[in-house]
């Protein structure tokens, strides 16, 4: 590897840990880059999983004021969380990945739309004061699932699908939202971390020069999420959703 493609990746690496921390999609500037310098996609989806992890795991340090008071809820959908993340990497090591790859692009743009208009999907669903508790936590436990299933097969944009089903369930602030999204990341990154480390095809020189990028930038971008207004915060988390989104939808029907 140049010194050249080394430093792409270290910046690559600091971008997408401060954009995972605000809004989730930093994957769409690690694993571009990675396929830029010539790792092949395999190679490069499962090294950008490992290289993402420790970034979420500096964004929970960064956010863990807004994780106070959350500890019985964060004991509860940690497991779920865990069990969808690992059946997201039996996904992605053990089936096609086209038929995923024209499905993801609809699901982060629906996740964007969903933040977008969540006060209109509130009025239909209920919001989370008028829910009953049972109906309220199996919800929680169900989008949390498909969010670490989600996250276990194709990391990208998971912090979006994230904010999009917690805040439409959980009566809390888009701070709080996001630190939770930020813990249940980590989550995802230990699963796909000791996965990867295994089964998956590593490029273990990238992972070491964008990981410790992540980890500085994620602290950074959780630091930076605390001081957004909520309509700011949810704003960004939209524009990135959609964008992402888009991305994923242009790059599918090329490879179609």
Request: hydrophobic content about 55%; aromatic content about 6%; glycine content about 10%.
């Amino acid at each position: 590897m140049s010194l050249i493609e080394a430093v792409l990746l270290v910046l690559a690496g600091l971008a997408a840990g401060i954009v995972n921390a605000i809004a989730g999609g930093g994957s769409l500037i690690t694993f571009p880059t990675m396929l830029a310098i010539g790792i092949p996609p395999v190679s490069a989806n499962v090294s950008n999983a490992l290289s993402v992890a420790p970034g979420y795991a500096s964004s929970v340090v960064g956010s863990r004021a807004d994780l106070t008071g959350q500890g019985r809820r964060i004991r509860r959908v940690a497991p779920t969380v865990l069990i969808g993340a690992g059946c997201g990497c039996a996904l992605l090591l053990n089936t096609p990945h086209r038929v995923f790859d024209l499905v993801v692009p609809f699901l982060v743009l629906g996740a964007a739309l969903m933040l977008a208009f969540q006060a209109r999907l509130r009025g239909l669903v209920g919001h989370p004061q008028e829910v009953s508790p049972k109906r309220a936590a199996i919800t929680l436990q169900v989008a949390v699932f498909l969010c670490g299933l989600y996250g276990g097969y194709f990391n990208a944009a998971l912090g979006v699908l994230l904010v999009a089903g917690l805040a439409l369930v959980l009566d809390e602030t888009m701070a709080r939202v996001s630190a939770l999204k930020n813990l249940l990341s980590a989550v995802v990154g230990l699963v796909t971390v000791l996965v990867y480390s295994v089964f998956g095809p590593v490029n273990w020189t990238a992972v070491a020069i964008v990981a410790p990028a992540t980890v500085v930038g994620g602290y950074l971008g959780a630091r930076l999420a605390r001081k957004l207004p909520a309509p700011v915060l949810r704003a960004v988390i939209v524009t990135f959703g959609l964008t992402v989104g888009v991305y994923l939808l242009i790059r599918a029907a090329f490879l179609s």
